[in-house]
T-cell receptor, first 112, second 113 residues
Framework: AQSVTQLGSHVSVSEGALVLLRCNYSSSVPPYLFWYVQYPNQGLQLLLKYTSAATLVKGINGFEAEFKKSETSFHLTKPSAHMSDAAEYFCAVSVPGNQFYFGTGTSLTVIP | KAGVTQTPRYLIKTRGQQVTLSCSPISGHRSVSWYQQTPGQGLQFLFEYFSETQRNKGNFPGRFSGRQFSNSRSEMNVSTLELGDSALYLC????????????FGPGTRLTVL
């Protein structure tokens, strides 16, 4: 079975500080992993994806994530938080011939 | 390319009524998935359609149904609405089943009174 666990439903960081959003996955086959961002009253927008190529994946808006098979993790990071990064972030896993499984989301607050 | 569109954006219904939501995927995409998003439950998968066939289904009661047309547009129907059906309903399209990233529409906000 496939699943995603996002540790921390709420994360607060100061503007300019490191952003670290945690995601652990469970998958019986090599996974494809995704991070999405959702701004208020909008749909989800893809930040980045891992598809079994490079383990360090760079996405939009300065975000990146590292796939660590040994830790079954795919944490999202950004070196310096910006006020515009305040949003809900979702980690997701997909496997061949199956649907996406989303985590419960992490709400990021950026403190000026 | 135009993105995923969903209509209507907002709906208010009363208990017992039924509702139909519409989703137009990105041109060329054949897979359409539906999700229910609520503050307490997060994103819950409803079902996925690929080339007019339901390929995957989540754990929702039979009151929730869907279909996909030959042009890949999809509709979702909820019958006998309950208060707990109030949610943001998101549609996502992708070019294949499962592996490709999903592109989301803005959602339909359903309020059941």
């Amino acid at each position: 079975a496939q699943s995603v666990t996002q540790l921390g439903s709420h994360v607060s960081v100061s503007e300019g500080a490191l952003v670290l959003l945690r995601c652990n996955y469970s998958s019986s086959v090599p996974p494809y992993l995704f991070w999405y961002v959702q701004y208020p009253n909008q749909g989800l927008q893809l930040l980045l994806k891992y598809t079994s190529a490079a383990t360090l994946v760079k996405g939009i808006n300065g975000f990146e994530a590292e796939f660590k098979k040994s830790e079954t993790s795919f944490h999202l990071t950004k070196p310096s938080a910006h006020m515009s990064d305040a949003a809900e972030y979702f980690c997701a896993v997909s496997v061949p011939g199956n649907q996406f499984y989303f985590g419960t989301g992490t709400s990021l607050t950026v403190i000026p | 390319k135009a993105g995923v569109t969903q209509t209507p954006r907002y709906l208010i219904k009363t208990r017992g009524q039924q509702v139909t939501l519409s989703c137009s995927p990105i041109s060329g995409h054949r897979s359409v998935s539906w999700y229910q998003q609520t503050p307490g439950q997060g994103l819950q998968f409803l079902f996925e359609y690929f080339s007019e066939t339901q390929r995957n289904k989540g754990n929702f009661p039979g009151r929730f149904s869907g279909r996909q047309f030959s042009n890949s547009r999809s509709e979702m129907n909820v019958s006998t609405l309950e208060l707990g059906d109030s949610a943001l309903y998101l549609c996502a399209s992708s070019s294949q089943t499962g592996r490709d990233e999903q592109f989301f529409g803005p959602g339909t906000r359903l309020t059941v009174l």
